[in-house]
């Protein structure tokens, strides 16, 4: 008895004390400023000592909650310098580094210890982020940013009627539930819809040497019926690969095992990564309740069983699959582009593009689309320098910083005051591109400038060229063109559709059993590849029925009579 | 007058306490890193688990955050794949426990049985090195080996004239060999160790009697060697009980493939993917507070039992 209680004693006595701090500790958010009042600092920019473009003298500090691939905290010396030469502002980035992003965001909210802004990945309102900004925003974690965008040059154009895409609009920023106030600004919008900085033809690729052994016009595989015949005729012809082995008639995508619906377009009902579709009869489904998921299950089983398709299609990892796309080993690389490195010599060409499930192809071009976000915690002093500063970042001149870096050093100004990138500086970043970065701008990979001044983009009119260097080093992108030509990129950018709307899971989160259906279509993701393995078709019927059944059982009818609704609404329909 | 004596009892036990205290500091002292190490990182964290009843609100913190009660707890069990997901939690774990208790054990009464002491050393040092590689790096190991057309199995397959085109990653029915095989390889040698320092503990005289009775080397594993590592190893079993309910993250989530998802999706990859992953703090806590208080309960219950029957347990 006596020991009992003495291991009693030795168990609560800690927990008592760890609870006694914890409860001393409290919460730091009623020590915080949330003074939004302007600082007298900004009449500096009165002073006429000071350039035009001066908004503070003052240190700020930004907190990225995305990758280390995509963002770099290392700002260029000089480059800073002239930052804050010309806006007094000290700029300071630090990237949150997480498994996931979204990770490094949730606990970077829940400390309640943020700088002065914060930036976020967000394509669109249906991103696993959306829901945990939108819950910061509700539990008044930003600065309300509508007044402080009012007296902006570029960013009061997102005040704009008809500037921002809906989603970006009313999904993201203008939610109806926040009355007019904004907590978060979209980014990467352009300035013009339905423009495009790249011609990207990406898809399915062949063998050029393949294609021209078997005298087959690739761009003639419309249908995965062609692409069917034609892998068995690869398969066939016993071609090599850079090593002596075997070709696989059709190989992954060149970043690893996924889903590709490019390759089965006309048996996808709805892009691989929504599933939902608005059939000729003006009926939204899901691809369980079509015939099509078992269709593509019977296809992808007799490609498996007849050896034409890689057997770790979906799941291989990344490395393997670059491997053989570079060996050659793939006959088709499920999925690639027309800019990557390893092809400028088109020795890969681009397949297709196979038709639709009910209608020929016909290139989808965005009005508009978002891409990261950024927004101001509650307790950042004098918020509007941030503002100042991210609209300093979108001007034609913080552009030029950012993307083009110093006038002199970096390029030089054509007659019209275009930059000119300099010949070394194109060669540094093709021989050394680690060196090159570090002289701290976008041109050569280093993106600080985007995280705050990347939107209202329109290269071609601001700077004469559609990307870095073009102008002085055409040859660059050269290959890439070539297949983009050779695809007909023009041709079908001309009778292209220009959507703007949603994506149908942006409104799950909408949906009162979100999280559980939300599941389910994971779920159903998965007993797809699984019916792919499945014996035969019996036994891939009972895995997709099951998968169905719990998609039914977690209200997948009540969420598409949801989404019937929100396509009807002018503010909300969808797009697919 | 007994209230005084009492007291008087009380103050001569705790002066007695101060003065053994002071009496070996520097013991105390060597004690204290390793105190501050588990209130900061145990007990300081246990007080979040209160997460568990509350709707956590980024603005108020865990303290200010409001009450839900037993929200999540019904949440869970409502969800369609509660079920599944114990199921398979209890079944690896269960798998891990019980068929790989002897592995180690039996590795140790081998390595106890070289007496080659240079190949028992480099032997050892093999076994031990797979614990230190991360699941990232066997797991991928696993995928090359068992891939299919290419793999080192599916290669020697073909070589003997089988069908070397089997995906077993894909399979469902080889995915508890892998799974179990992949574990046992990772961790065989470096929990031989302990075992290993408990069999180095046994008096050499137990053996020459033994030898002296005429008892062969394998009378003498079963009727001295195990009997006297019998505590450690009912020890180690009571202490693992405790993490019954938590199967191995790291190694589920990256063997998880579509093809095996519906026998490797257990609790700790639910807890990351609804809980942490879709910033649901308050479910994510109150799923790994179930599993923790289960797991207490376990090892208290079979605490009690080993006690009961062995007089061996932990406290």
Same mark, same amino acid.
């Not at chain 1, 009449?43 to 000592?49: G, I, M, R, Y």
């Not at chain 1, 002239?82 to 997480?98: F, R, Y």
């Not at chain 1, 930059?419 to 970043?429: G, M, R, V």
């Not at chain 1, 009972?542 to 009807?568: C, M, R, V, W």
């Given at each position: 008895?006596?020991?009992?209680?003495?291991?009693?004693?030795?168990?609560?006595?800690?927990?008592?004390?760890?609870?006694?701090?914890?409860?001393?500790?409290?919460?730091?958010?009623?020590?915080?400023?949330?003074?939004?009042?302007?600082?007298?600092?900004?009449?500096?920019?009165?002073?006429?000592?000071?350039?035009?473009?001066?908004? /503070?003298?003052? &240190?700020? !500090?930004?907190?990225?909650?995305? %990758?280390? *691939?995509?963002?770099? @905290?290392? #700002?260029? /010396?000089?480059? &800073?310098? !002239?930052?804050?030469?010309?806006? %007094?502002? *000290?700029?300071?980035? @630090?990237? #949150?580094? /997480?498994?996931?992003?979204?990770?490094?965001?949730?606990?970077?909210?829940?400390?309640?210890?943020?700088?002065?802004?914060?930036?976020f990945y967000l394509n669109n309102s249906g991103r696993p982020e959306m829901p945990v900004v939108l819950k910061a925003a509700r539990e008044e974690m930003f600065t309300d940013l509508t007044p402080l965008m009012k007296d902006t040059k570029i960013y009061s154009k997102y005040l704009e009627d008809e500037y921002l895409p809906l989603d970006t609009k009313y999904g993201v920023m203008f939610r109806p539930e926040f009355n007019g106030s904004s907590y978060f600004v979209h980014m990467n919008v352009a300035r013009q819809g339905g423009y495009a900085t790249r011609k990207y033809a990406g898809g399915p690729y062949i063998r050029k040497d393949i294609a021209e052994a078997l005298n087959i016009d690739p761009r003639?595989?419309?249908?995965?019926?062609?692409?069917?015949?034609?892998?068995?005729?690869?398969?066939?012809?016993?071609?090599?690969?850079?090593?002596?082995?075997?070709?696989?008639?059709?190989?992954?995508?060149?970043?690893?095992?996924?889903?590709?619906?490019?390759?089965?377009?006309?048996?996808?009902?709805?892009?691989?990564?929504?599933?939902?579709?608005?059939?000729?009869?003006?009926?939204?489904?899901?691809?369980?309740?079509?015939?099509?998921?078992?269709?593509?299950?019977?296809?992808?089983?007799?490609?498996?069983?007849?050896?034409?398709?890689?057997?770790?299609?979906?799941?291989?990892?990344?490395?393997?699959?670059?491997?053989?796309?570079?060996?050659?080993?793939?006959?088709?690389?499920?999925d690639t582009h027309n800019y990557q490195e390893y092809n400028r010599d088109m020795h890969y060409l681009p397949l297709g593009p196979i038709d639709a499930v009910d209608h020929p192809y016909q290139m989808q071009v965005n009005y508009k689309s978002g891409y990261s976000a950024w927004a101001i915690p509650a307790t950042t002093k004098d918020p509007q320098d941030i503002m100042k500063l991210a609209d300093f970042l979108a001007s034609r001149e913080g552009k030029l910083l950012w993307q083009y870096g110093?006038?002199?050093?970096?390029?030089?100004?054509?007659?019209?005051?275009?930059?000119?990138?300099?010949?070394?500086?194109?060669?540094?970043?093709?021989?050394?591109?680690?060196?090159?970065?570090?002289?701290?701008?976008?041109?050569?990979?280093?993106?600080?400038?985007?995280?705050?001044?990347?939107?209202?983009?329109?290269?071609?009119?601001?700077?004469?060229?559609?990307?870095?260097?073009?102008?002085?080093?055409?040859?660059?992108?050269?290959?890439a063109l070539k297949i983009a030509d050779y695809w007909g990129w023009d041709e079908k950018r001309k009778n292209a559709s220009i959507v703007d709307g949603y994506t149908p899971l942006s409104f799950i989160g909408?949906?009162?059993?979100?999280?559980?259906?939300?599941?389910?279509?994971?779920?159903?993701?998965?007993?797809?590849?699984?019916?792919?393995?499945?014996?035969?078709?019996?036994?891939?019927?009972?895995?997709?029925?099951?998968?169905?059944?719990?998609?039914?059982?977690?209200?997948?009818?009540?969420?598409?009579?949801?989404?019937?609704?929100?396509?009807?609404?002018?503010?909300?329909?969808?797009?697919? | 007058m007994q209230t005084r004596v009492n007291t008087s009892v009380a103050t001569s036990k705790s002066s007695k306490l101060w003065r053994n205290i002071l009496l070996h500091k520097y013991l105390y002292l060597m004690l204290l890193p390793c105190?501050?190490?588990?209130?900061?990182?145990s007990?300081?964290?246990?007080?979040?688990?209160?997460?568990?009843?509350?709707?956590?609100?980024?603005?108020?913190?865990?303290?200010?955050s409001p009450w839900v009660g037993f929200k999540y707890f019904e949440r869970f069990f409502n969800d369609y794949q509660s079920t599944m997901?114990?199921?398979?939690?209890?079944?690896?774990?269960?798998?891990?426990?019980?068929i790989g208790l002897p592995f180690p054990i039996i590795l140790a009464l081998m390595f106890n049985e070289v007496k080659n002491r240079y190949f028992r050393n480099i032997a050892q040092s093999i076994s031990y090195l797979p614990h230190f590689l991360s699941w990232v790096v066997v797991v991928g190991l696993t995928q090359r080996l068992l891939a299919p057309d290419n793999g080192l199995l599916n290669q020697m397959i073909s070589f003997f004239g089988g069908d070397g085109s089997t995906f077993y990653m894909m399979e469902p029915h080889f995915f508890y060999?892998?799974?179990?095989?992949?574990?046992?390889?990772?961790?065989?040698?470096?929990?031989?160790?302990?075992?290993?320092?408990?069999?180095?503990?046994?008096?050499?005289?137990?053996?020459?009697?033994?030898?002296?009775?005429?008892?062969?080397?394998?009378?003498?594993?079963?009727?001295i060697t195990l009997p006297s590592i019998k505590p450690t190893i009912l020890i180690l079993f009571i202490l693992s009980l405790g993490n019954i309910l938590s199967a191995g993250f790291d190694q589920l989530y990256l063997l998880r493939t579509p093809g095996n998802m519906h026998l490797a999706e257990i609790l700790d990859t639910y807890v990351i993917r609804v809980g942490l992953q879709g910033g649901q703090y308050g479910y994510a806590t109150a799923v790994g507070l179930m599993q923790g208080v289960i797991g207490l309960i376990l090892v208290v219950a079979a605490n009690r039992i080993s006690k009961k029957v062995s007089d061996t347990s932990l406290w």
């Open positions: 008895m006596l020991r009992n209680k003495t291991w009693f004693k030795v168990l609560s006595i800690p927990l008592m004390a760890s609870m006694l701090l914890m409860g001393c500790s409290g919460n730091d958010t009623s020590t915080q400023s949330n003074d939004n009042t302007p600082n007298d600092t900004v009449n500096v920019a009165k002073d006429p000592a000071k350039p035009a473009t001066w908004i /503070a003298d003052r &240190k700020v !500090k930004g907190l990225v909650f995305m %990758g280390t *691939d995509d963002y770099t @905290e290392d #700002m260029n /010396a000089e480059i &800073k310098a !002239k930052l804050k030469e010309l806006t %007094g502002i *000290d700029l300071e980035i @630090e990237i #949150m580094v /997480a498994d996931h992003s979204i990770d490094g965001l949730i606990a970077g909210l829940a400390s309640n210890d943020l700088p002065d802004f914060v930036t003639t595989i419309n249908t995965t019926e062609k692409l069917y015949d034609l892998a068995k005729k690869i398969k066939a012809g016993n071609f090599k690969d850079k090593n002596g082995k075997d070709v696989v008639p059709i190989g992954p995508s060149y970043w690893g095992g996924k889903e590709v619906g490019a390759l089965f377009n006309d048996l996808e009902w709805g892009s691989s990564d929504q599933r939902i579709y608005k059939g000729k009869d003006g009926n939204i489904l899901h691809e369980s309740q079509t015939e099509f998921a078992l269709k593509k299950v019977e296809y992808v089983q007799k490609l498996l069983n007849e050896k034409l398709l890689h057997p770790e299609f979906f799941t291989i990892d990344e490395s393997r699959a670059t491997e053989g796309a570079l060996n050659e080993t793939w006959g088709i690389i499920g110093l006038e002199g050093r970096d390029y030089t100004l054509d007659g019209k005051g275009n930059p000119l990138a300099k010949k070394e500086i194109l060669d540094l970043k093709q021989s050394n591109p680690d060196e090159a970065k570090k002289l701290g701008f976008a041109g050569v990979s280093n993106y600080w400038g985007e995280l705050l001044g990347g939107t209202d983009i329109d290269r071609m009119a601001d700077f004469g060229e559609m990307e870095y260097g073009d102008a002085v080093a055409p040859e660059v992108n050269a290959g909408d949906f009162e059993h979100g999280t559980e259906l939300k599941a389910a279509f994971e779920n159903y993701d998965d007993s797809l590849i699984r019916a792919y393995y499945a014996k035969n078709t019996v036994e891939a019927k009972k895995i997709l029925d099951s998968a169905s059944k719990q998609l039914e059982a977690t209200g997948l009818p009540s969420f598409l009579e949801l989404l019937k609704q929100k396509d009807a609404d002018p503010k909300t329909h969808l797009k697919f | 105190l501050l190490f588990f209130i900061i990182f007990y300081i964290p246990m007080t979040g688990l209160i997460l568990a009843f509350k709707e956590f609100k980024f603005n108020q913190g865990i303290l200010g997901l114990i199921k398979n939690t209890l079944i690896i774990s269960c798998m891990k426990l019980f060999q892998i799974m179990f095989g992949s574990h046992i390889w990772k961790s065989i040698g470096w929990d031989s160790i302990i075992y290993l320092a408990a069999i180095a503990g046994i008096n050499p005289d137990m053996y020459e009697a033994a030898k002296m009775d005429g008892a062969s080397r394998w009378k003498e594993m079963w009727h």
